[in-house]
């Protein structure tokens, strides 16, 4: 069975200490609707951060 995940959006904002609670949060709470969500910091501008919405 082939898992695919399609990236729905991206979007860079400013890095916070506290972004992952909320990404951690929508996880928790949309993963039953086949939704994931992700936080990276941006390699080249380490005050960036990089948010994605997933669909699994």
């Known amino acids: 069975m082939e898992s695919k995940i399609e990236v729905l959006a991206t979007v860079k904002i400013q890095h916070s200490e506290d972004l992952y ?3 951690d949060c929508l996880n928790r ?3 039953r609707d086949n939704l994931m969500f992700g ?3 941006d390699e ?3 005050k960036q951060a ?3 919405i997933y669909r699994t």
Do not use: E, R, S
């Open 39 to 41: 936080l990276a910091l």
């Open 21 to 23: 609670k909320i990404v």
């Open 50 to 52: 990089i948010f994605t």
């Open 29 to 31: 709470t949309l993963k």
């Open 44 to 46: 080249n501008d380490k």
